[in-house]
Every structure is written in C-alpha cells, then in structure tokens.
C-alpha cells in the first residue's frame, strides 16, 4: 500500500530525473526551497568577500569573514542529534525563519551605510550558526522525501538546484554590488528566504520512519556518540568521510576563502565583478557535474569515478595557478567545480544509503563537519597567500590533493571498489 504521497511507478520511457526525483511532490518542495536559499546564499558569498577586503585589503581578513561563516558547521553533529530527536520538518520551519529575519536584518544595516568589520564578523558567525541547523538537516530531509531507490538521483538533484544558483546569483550579485550596493544584495537574499519557509510550511516527510522517542530515551551525549561511532565503526562510511574531508580542507578551503584575492590581486580587478563571473563560472561547473550524477545514477563503480574525479580536481586547481586570463580562469573554475561535484555527490549518496534512517541526522551532521573545518584551512590558505601570493598558495594546494588521492589509492582501496 502506498503512503498518500508516493506516485504509481513511471514508465520507462519518462526520464531519469522525473522517475526517481521530481516524480514526488514533496521533494519538488525540498527542491525548489534549496534552489532559493542556494540563491540566496551565492548572493551572499559574493557580497560578503568583496565586504571584506574592500573594507581592510587585506587576505586574512577576507580568508576570516568568510571562514567564520562556515566555522559553526563543525556543530553538526549536534545538529544531528536534535534531527534525530524532533520532527525535521519542524526544525527546518524554524530555523528558515531565524535565518530570514537576520538576513533582514543585515541589509538594513547596510543600506544605512552603517556597517563595520565587526559587523560582518558578528553576522558571519550568526549565519553560519543558523546554517549549522539549516543545511545538515535539508540533507537529512531527501531520504524522507523519496523512496530508498530514489535516493542517488534525489542527492544529485538536490546538488543540482544548489549549482544552478551558484552558476546564476554570484554573477547577479556581482552586478548588483556593483551598481545598487551590498544592501539591496541582502535585501534580495531577505525576499529569497522568506520565499522558501512560506513553501516549506506545505511539505511532508512521508519516507521517514524515525521513532524520535527510541532516541530521546538516550542522552544527548549518548545520542552523538551513536552517531560517531556509526561513522568510525563501518569501514566504507568511514573512508567515504575521510576523502571527503581530504578535498574540502585542501582544494576547496583554498579556492572559496582566497578567491576575492585571486580576482583583485591576479586578474587585477576590485569592485566585486570578476568575483561574480569565476563564481558563475564554478556554478555552471558544479551543475554540470551534478546533471552527470543525475543522468548516469546508475553507475556502480562509484569509487573509481569519485577517485578519477578527485585527481581532475586538483589538476584544474594547479593550472588555476598558472593562469592571470579571466576566460581561463573561469575555465579551470568550472572544471574544477564539475570535478568536486562528482566526489560529493557520489560521497554523500554513498553515506545516506548505508545508514539506517533513525542515525542519518547524526551521520550527515558529522559528515558535514568538513564544511566547519574549511576556515581553518582557509586561514592557512590566507597565510601562504600573504607570504607566498595566491597564486602560489592555489599551486600548493592542488598538489596537496594529488598526493592525498595518491596515498588513498594505495592505502584505501576500499575507497576506489566501492560498488552501490
């Protein structure tokens, strides 16, 4: 018997993607919500980097506004646990709503021209707090809103919807900073927030068979350390985890917090339009990859695509390196992008089907922690670009990704065999 929202099986001739995703009417919420936050976030990574070194030039303080946003994404896990314990949906509701009015918030604050770098350090930190909840639990949410055999297209189109942003809202934002100003770029980021809680409130999760009350007769503590101890204890979530933590903390925490650098510093332009073009450009990268997902889903020997991938990646962020041409520049970006978007997708698919609904809050909440650990990596990365220039420290870190997928490969064959 059907739950009221599960849809006859489609024919074989509908496409992949409307068979195994937008075929069921609450993921196309879960959808069409993440491509406006998606939206609205690419906004405001755009704004917030051009804030930041157009107020102090300065590489490490554009490395730490950036980075500080990111940083409370180390809390997943207990992110997790509070998924695992409450009704997701709910959780969501809220947290759409605190994320929307301090978006708000901040735009006032810049549209009266009041803003200061301790501003933009304390609306970081608060963002990146609310996305700690935010982002960990949309994930958690796609096994709820589709069938198991689903799952790896609904991943890739969730990852989808968010490139289609980035490929759109950098670009959008860029020329927005650069003829209405930062604050009508918040206010916008504001209207697309508010826009996905008013959808939200009609989804259901008809695919969730959590009982919160088996977890909530655990401790809290009890809780997170189920949700560790899951992730060390089975060997293929484990090194599934490990190689995605591997490119975020090389590659990605170096291109993310040092791009608004590489736009002033190598392609020699300040006032936020280059940054908006190479961000467009790692979102057209990023979509591009994810509709390959989407399309060949498929695919079993997922490990030897997730490893060919990786080497790609570091490859497009060693030729980066050497480019000062902004066509070339957005080139090696949207390979590079469409190259990671083929590891993480292809991880978190793996991590969501070998884990049992009633830990898949605390599992992804400590998966996502590699998004936490990318400042650290990117104040690393500031510091080389200080010393060394950017461009040197993009050439560090893309052969830092070479040897690690290297020693992966012979230390961890599991890695590359992996079959789903």
């Known amino acids: 018997m059907r739950t009221p929202n599960e849809q006859p ?3 074989a001739t509908q496409s992949a993607v409307s068979r195994q ?11 069409f919500t993440t491509a406006l936050v998606a939206g609205g976030i690419w906004f405001q990574q755009v704004t917030l980097g051009w804030l930041a070194y157009d107020l102090t030039r300065d590489a490490l303080h554009t490395a730490g506004v950036v980075g500080v946003r990111t940083l409370p994404l180390l809390l997943s896990p207990v992110t997790g646990v509070i998924a695992d314990r409450v009704d997701r949906r709910k959780l969501l509701l809220v947290d759409q709503a ?6 708000f918030g901040f735009a006032f604050v810049l549209l ?3 803003q200061q770098l301790w501003h933009l350090y304390v609306f970081a930190l608060a963002f ?6 935010n982002n960990p639990v949309r994930h ?3 096994a709820n809103t589709v069938p198991r055999e689903a799952l790896m297209n609904a991943t890739a189109m969730i990852s989808m919807s968010f490139n289609l942003m980035r490929a759109v809202g950098p670009a959008v934002g860029g020329l927005v900073i650069a003829f209405f100003g930062p604050g009508v770029n918040f206010l916008i980021q504001g209207v697309l927030f508010l826009a996905a809680l008013l959808l939200v409130t009609r989804m259901r999760t008809p695919y969730s068979n959590t009982d919160q009350n088996r977890a909530r007769e655990s401790s809290p503590l009890q809780n997170l350390k189920e949700g560790f101890a899951r992730v060390l204890s089975d060997p293929s979530t484990r090194i599934t985890v490990l190689m995605t933590f591997a490119m975020s903390i090389t590659m990605l925490a170096m291109v993310f917090n040092q791009l608004p650098v590489y736009t002033a510093e190598i392609l020699l332009n300040t006032d936020g339009t280059y940054l908006g073009l190479v961000l467009m450009a790692m979102g057209i990268g990023g979509f591009l990859g994810t509709t390959l997902i989407a399309v060949f889903s498929s695919a079993r020997r997922k490990g030897v695509i997730a490893s060919v991938a990786f080497v790609l990646s570091a490859v497009s962020v060693v030729v980066l390196s050497q480019v000062d ?9 949207l390979l590079q992008q469409m190259f990671v978007q083929v590891v993480m997708t292809m991880n978190m698919t793996i991590v969501q089907s070998l884990t049992p609904d009633r830990l898949r809050g605390r599992v992804i909440g400590v998966y996502q922690m590699e998004i936490g650990m990318m400042p650290f990596w990117g104040l690393v990365g500031g510091g080389l670009s200080r010393v060394y220039g950017v461009d040197n420290a993009f050439l560090i870190a893309g052969i830092a990704g070479l040897v690690i997928i ?6 961890f064959p599991r890695y590359r065999r992996m079959e789903l």
């Open 9 to 11: 099986a489609a024919s």
């Open 21 to 31: 995703a937008l075929h069921y009417p609450d993921y196309r919420i879960l959808w």
């Open 98 to 103: 605190l994320v929307t009015v301090l978006v």
């Open 112 to 114: 009266y021209d009041l």
């Open 128 to 133: 990146g707090l609310l996305w700690a909840g």
């Open 140 to 142: 958690v949410l796609i």
């Open 325 to 333: 041409e902004l066509w070339m520049a957005m080139l090696a970006l």
């Open 406 to 411: 290297a020693l992966a490969t012979i230390a």
